[in-house]
């Protein structure tokens, strides 16, 4: 046996061994909610080295949880996809994230703010039905970022996956949504609404009027925003 085993034969013991190591929790969070290319998982782990993301991904392949596959729409690509075993771990992650957003507290959970990771969720979960035809280009600023962390582009086109730019695209922005940082994860949350935040000049509004009354609408929120928060 290794040094980092539990040496019990207990099935939680021996489950722990192979998903409870560092990172590998969120490793499977971010294939649950449908991350497939290497790039695209370093996206959502922007604090993991790509070393350990790689050797993660090994283990969990070893384990029989992720296979490396091509990808069905782009030849000669590979992506990571969760196997039968995988994918029965989804009602364990998304247990545990709910556990998290019910019983660990709110200054507990935002004093752990991070505006790349922010914007990663929030692109997964646009819903481009309400908006106006045609692209539509809104830009995130978080007034008290460092200029590296403080302007986010998200551009949605019909037929298209919405698309998270760090960089100006060049394209003319529909909408201005400035904040702060810890506003903007408490409304992801679910912790502040939308209203509320506007009406107190947390949140401010310019430009297209209908993305700006629709924003509830097609800002859908993080997953675990409806559930009721057994702590403050």
């Not at 993660?56 to 490396?68: N, P, S, T, W």
């Not at 100006?168 to 201005?176: I, S």
């Not at 940082?181 to 992801?188: P, Y």
Request: net charge neutral; glycine share 6%.
């Amino acid at each position: 046996m290794s040094d980092t085993s539990y040496n019990q034969f207990c099935p939680v013991s021996m489950a722990a061994e192979v998903i409870c190591s560092r990172w590998t929790l969120l490793v499977l969070r971010e294939l649950v909610l449908g991350s497939r290319r290497f790039n695209e998982l370093r996206r959502g782990l922007p604090s993991m080295s790509p070393a350990l993301l790689s050797k993660r991904l090994k283990d969990l392949e070893a384990a029989g949880i992720v296979m490396h596959v091509a990808a069905e729409r782009e030849p000669g690509a590979l992506e990571y996809r969760l196997t039968e075993a995988g994918n029965e771990l989804r009602p364990v992650i998304e247990a545990i994230g709910v556990w998290g957003h019910r019983w660990v507290t709110t200054e507990a959970t935002l004093q752990n703010l991070d505006a790349n990771l922010l914007m990663w969720d929030i692109r997964r979960n646009i819903n481009a039905n309400p908006m106006p035809p045609g692209r539509n280009t809104v830009q995130f600023i978080f007034n008290d970022r460092p200029p590296s962390e403080r302007n986010f582009w998200l551009i949605v086109e019909p037929g298209n996956e919405v698309d998270l730019c760090l960089i100006d695209p060049g394209f003319d922005v529909d909408l201005y949504v400035s904040t702060d940082l810890r506003t903007m994860t408490e409304i992801w949350l679910g912790y502040m609404a939308i209203s509320r935040a506007a009406e107190n000049g947390r949140l401010v509004l310019t430009g297209d009027s209908k993305l700006a009354g629709d924003l509830r609408s097609w800002l859908k929120l993080s997953v675990f925003a409806k559930l009721e928060k057994k702590v403050a």
